[in-house]
């Protein structure tokens, strides 16, 4: 098993920044890809960030400009710097991790969400 844990989210006003972080324990041997994802109430949760196993990122046409995702690997533990926030910004977000794809199946880990909102 993989476990996440969130921190780095809160309340801020329009324009400022938060920084998240996740640090993950257990079979880190496992995971494959990590990232964020974002759920707002009444929507559905979308992808905000990713890291795959190769170094690449993709990020949401949202946040492009204004949110990193960065990593330690030292410290097994994922980054997202959030820019330039918006009230639409607003969500709790969560960090997730996938295993190494299997014929039959891809493992998918979650963290306990952290609340982030954005003050008009």
């Known amino acids: 098993q993989v476990q996440l844990v969130e921190s780095g989210g809160g309340l801020v006003q329009a324009g400022g920044s938060l920084r998240l972080s996740c640090a993950a324990s257990?079979?880190?041997?496992?995971?494959?890809?990590m990232g964020w994802y974002r759920q707002a109430p009444g929507k559905q949760r979308e992808l905000v960030a990713m890291f795959t196993s190769g170094g690449s990122t993709n990020y949401a046409d949202s946040v492009k400009g204004r949110f990193t995702i960065s990593r330690d690997s030292a410290k097994n533990t994922v980054y997202l710097q959030m820019n330039s926030l918006k009230p639409e910004d607003t969500a709790v977000y969560y960090c997730?991790?996938?295993?190494?794809?299997?014929?039959?199946?891809?493992?998918?880990?979650w963290g306990q969400g952290t609340q982030v909102t954005v003050s008009s």
């Open positions: 257990g079979s880190i041997f496992s995971i494959n890809a």
């Open positions: 997730n991790a996938k295993g190494i794809p299997t014929m039959t199946s891809t493992d998918d880990y």
